[in-house]
């Protein structure tokens, strides 16, 4: 009987070689892979990444979603009231609810500091409940969000004054508090309306006043008239006139139309008589680019 050589055979060509190392490198890298998919996967199930999971308001009755949505408002709960009401919208938006639900959701947004969010479900409710006895409050809501949009953080927190600011958010917040005045003077919302229009009118005014002194500080004198005089004109009975009289009467002095300069001054003496503004701008003259510093 032969004897068995236990030493293996190392004579392996190299052809065979390659093959044993490119399998070894596709197992390993298909083991490897395998791992990683298997470590995303876990990883994303623990996170609830993969999937939503069911939600538990799917078979609620309308009922049953405004009462719960009601019920977390009053728990002071405002970013889940507004998606359960954002829910009750769009699972019944010819139901029973839907018009209030939809204002709910307006108010929501509003809260929220979502101006986007109000504004279009506000018009989404005015395209199809346009005779609804809620319009007053509809304009109002939209008053409150441009209003708000002007009283933002970084007025409170940098001392801006508003007068400073693009009026744009401004002057929406005057149209739709002036619609609530106009079209429903007997509605709850007058009042507030009457009050937040006042501080618009005098926040306008003194925009246009910062304009007209913008002009006057740079020399361009016909652009400061000009808009002093529109001032004037469009806000008779705010207290920027006082000061917006002063730009007039200078600048005209400056461009020497003394007859308009005389005619100025001669209503500003007559509306302002304890007034000392124009002799303070007067005493400083020849330092004109102080004026209002």
């Known amino acids: ?28 890298s298909s083991a490897l892979l395998a791992g990683l998919v298997l470590g995303l996967s876990l990883t994303l199930a623990a996170c609830g990444l993969g999937s939503d999971g069911p939600d538990p308001t799917s078979g609620w009755t309308a009922e049953k979603l405004y009462a719960e949505a009601k019920a977390e408002l009053s728990a002071g709960n405002l970013a889940q009231a507004t998606r359960l009401f954002g829910r009750l919208e769009s699972r019944y938006p010819f139901g029973r609810y839907a018009q209030q639900a939809q204002l709910e959701l307006a108010y929501g947004h509003y809260r929220l500091g979502e101006k986007e969010q109000a504004l279009s479900t506000l018009d989404r409710f005015s395209k199809m409940y346009p005779t609804s006895p809620a319009m007053d409050y509809v304009f109002y809501l939209r008053g409150l969000v441009h209003f708000n949009d002007q009283m933002g953080l970084l007025v409170k927190l940098g001392g801006q004054s508003l007068a400073d600011r693009d009026l744009k958010a401004t002057r929406q917040a ?15 919302y007058v009042e507030d309306s009457r009050q937040r229009l006042r501080y618009l009118v005098n926040t306008m005014a003194e925009g246009e006043l910062t304009i007209a ?26 207290p920027a006139v006082e000061e917006a009289l002063v730009v007039l009467i200078l600048a005209a002095r400056e461009l020497g139309l003394s007859q308009q300069a005389e ?15 124009l002799l303070s701008r007067l005493d400083n003259e020849s330092r004109w680019w102080e004026f209002w510093r």
């Open 174 to 188: 005057y149209d739709a508090f002036r619609v609530v005045l106009e079209r429903y003077p007997d509605s709850a």
């Open 1 to 28: 009987m032969e004897a068995i050589d236990e030493k293996p055979d190392c004579r392996i060509s190299i052809k065979q070689r390659k093959s044993m190392i490119s399998q070894r490198a596709c197992s390993g």
């Open 213 to 238: 002194k913008f002009y006057w500080t740079r020399g361009a004198h016909v652009a400061a008239a000009n808009r002093a005089q529109q001032l004037i004109q469009q806000f008779p009975d705010t």
């Open 263 to 277: 005619d100025a001054e001669r209503v500003f003496k007559l509306n302002y008589p304890e007034s000392r503004k």
